[in-house]
């Protein structure tokens, strides 16, 4: 089955403790990419790959990391959690071109104490 | 500055026609996506537009107007399984997409 997935799915951890969360997809895609969702601010980037070792930064970068090592991969390293990181991300992927529609992962809600 | 906007919120009942609006300001554009997302859940892809007019399939459809930097979709005969949150996304000049804050739709019997 096609898809996009995501781990841990939910996750509550402390303020400046280390974690990643990890994306996978089964489809071969080139383009893959972070989003996180608060309520009222809709889905916001936070960096994107258009293949592998291409990673650039959307539009709320600051406090992430991301590696491209391998086509299906893609995982969000937070350093240093805050509280203001408190949120409910996506992975998404999809092929390049201007059709080309975004599927996504199933979230991962995280909360940073 | 790039903006999407949608109404936060409508209400509509059971087997009725609802209309979600969508204007945008961005910078340059390739096309506009509908997403449908349930709560707890992830989008899911509906429609894109890339030249004016209205694209039809089975109970929604989308319209858009270029030139006015407008959108809408379109829901008809309106079943309970459509409450959501349609999200209204452009593809700008980058082909990055600028995405909308959603509108939460409310389906009563």
């Known amino acids: 089955e096609a898809q996009v997935t995501q781990n841990p799915r939910y996750l509550i951890t402390v303020t400046g403790k280390k974690l990643t969360v990890t994306c996978s997809q089964n489809?071969?895609?080139?383009?893959m990419s972070w989003y996180r969702q608060d309520p009222g601010l809709g889905l916001r980037q936070i960096y994107y790959?258009?293949?592998?070792?291409?990673?650039d930064k959307g539009d709320v970068p600051e406090g992430y990391k991301v590696s491209r090592k391998e086509k299906r991969n893609f995982p969000l390293i937070l350093e240093s959690p805050s509280p203001n990181q408190t949120s409910l991300y996506f992975c998404?992927?999809?092929?390049?071109?201007?059709?080309?529609?975004?599927?996504f992962g199933p979230g991962t809600r995280l909360l940073v104490l | 500055g790039q903006n999407i906007d949608q109404p936060t919120e409508m209400t509509a009942t059971e087997g009725a026609i609802v209309q979600i609006n969508c204007t945008y300001q961005?910078?340059?554009?390739?096309?506009l996506f509908w997403y449908q997302q349930h709560a707890g859940e992830a989008p899911t892809f509906l429609s894109y537009?890339?030249l004016d007019g209205l694209e039809e399939k089975g109970r929604f459809s989308s319209f858009l107007s270029r030139s006015k930097g407008y959108s809408y979709l379109l829901l008809k005969e309106l079943q309970m399984k459509d409450s959501a949150s349609y999200l209204c996304?452009?593809?700008?000049?980058?082909?990055?997409?600028?995405w909308g804050a959603g509108t939460k739709l409310i389906i009563k019997p």
């Open positions: 998404a992927s999809s092929l390049p071109g201007l059709r080309e529609t975004q599927y």
């Open positions: 489809m071969n895609h080139e383009y």
């Open positions: 790959s258009m293949n592998v070792e291409v990673t």
């Open positions: 961005t910078s340059g554009f390739n096309g």
């Open positions: 537009n890339v």
């Open positions: 996304a452009v593809s700008d000049s980058n082909y990055q997409l600028i």
